[in-house]
């Protein structure tokens, strides 16, 4: 007989209603048999998000020099007037959240790009914001040391009515 043992918890409160992404050092496991599937081995995910120090930041994960998520999100990069969202072809989660934006944003005529998105290109943003299930859609004010506009995501977020 195998015996199942459960701990709930509560989610740790959030301090701010922005969220601050941080580049990890831990690199992203790829797999493209995997990549866009959820999945139990995300050790990866959990090195890396056991590296931040508080609740109001994510840490930014890269497979080779192209960011693929946060470390229990997906990402959202405004960038030359268009939005951004990273393809997930060697790893990543394809999440609920992601796809309900992406839904929203093709209703509304919001156009975005599923494209590689390099690191270097993150001096380039104007704007950005996460999701997933459990957070919905959070909105960011810094990624590392530069501070970023919030407006744009909080005027999509309202247009989707998220």
């Known amino acids: 007989m195998i015996k199942v043992s ?3 918890s509560p989610r ?9 992404l941080i580049d990890s050092n831990v690199p992203i ?3 493209p048999l995997l990549a866009g599937l959820k999945h139990l ?8 998000a056991s590296q931040l120090t ?5 840490a930014l994960m890269y497979h080779q020099d192209f960011l693929v998520c946060g470390s229990k999100s997906n990402v959202f990069l405004y960038i030359d007037g268009l939005w951004h969202t990273p ?4 790893a990543g989660v394809a999440g609920i959240m992601r ?3 992406l839904d929203g944003m093709e209703k509304n005529n919001q156009l975005y790009r599923i494209t590689d998105i390099k690191r270097s290109h993150l001096v380039k943003v104007k704007s950005a914001f996460i999701t997933n299930c459990v957070i919905g859609f959070q909105i960011v004010d810094r990624i590392n040391e530069t501070l970023i506009d919030t407006e744009l995501s909080n005027k999509l977020k309202q247009q989707l009515s998220l």
């Open 6 to 8: 459960f701990i709930l």
């Open 12 to 20: 740790p409160a959030r301090t701010s209603e922005f969220c601050t």
């Open 29 to 31: 496991s790829s797999n």
């Open 41 to 48: 081995n995300r050790l990866d995910s959990v090195l890396a």
């Open 54 to 58: 508080d609740n109001n930041s994510e």
């Open 87 to 90: 393809k997930l072809s060697h």
């Open 99 to 101: 796809q309900n934006v």
